[in-house]
């Protein structure tokens, strides 16, 4: 089965930048539509990023749009978000997530397969 495990989590300051990384074993995740939830204190997850299996499609949440690139490496069987301009408000845990189907969702039920969180603080 799919286990995906997230990376890069920290605390960074307002305004700043971090890189996560997501990789999972047994399985590659080319065959994967690949995406990154969060869920902060007190709040609803939330759906950040998805993106195609090829790479050629990316959505994004209302909330990061400008800001957060999602992408991925099928050859290094790795997925990144990029996260810049970050504010407290980003602060949560960050899921990656990985559904079997072939399009790019916002719904986390429609995900298979998930992380264990990183964390990310942002301080004001």
């Known amino acids: 089965q799919v286990q995906p495990v997230e990376s890069g989590g920290g605390w960074v300051q307002a305004g700043g930048s971090l890189r996560l990384s997501c990789a999972a074993s047994?399985?590659?995740?080319?065959?994967?539509?690949m995406g990154w939830f969060r869920q902060g204190p007190g709040k609803e997850r939330e759906f950040v990023a998805g993106i195609s299996r090829s790479g050629l499609t990316t959505v994004y949440g209302d909330s990061v749009k400008g800001r957060f690139t999602i992408a991925r490496d099928n050859a290094k069987n790795t997925l990144f978000l990029q996260m810049s301009s970050l504010q407290p408000e980003d602060t949560a845990v960050y899921y990656c997530?990985?559904?079997?189907?072939?399009?790019?969702?916002?719904?986390?039920?429609?995900?298979?397969?998930w992380g264990q969180g990183t964390q990310v603080t942002v301080s004001s």
């Open positions: 047994g399985g590659t995740l080319s065959s994967l539509t």
């Open positions: 997530a990985a559904r079997i189907g072939e399009y790019v969702v916002a719904y986390s039920s429609n995900y298979d397969y």
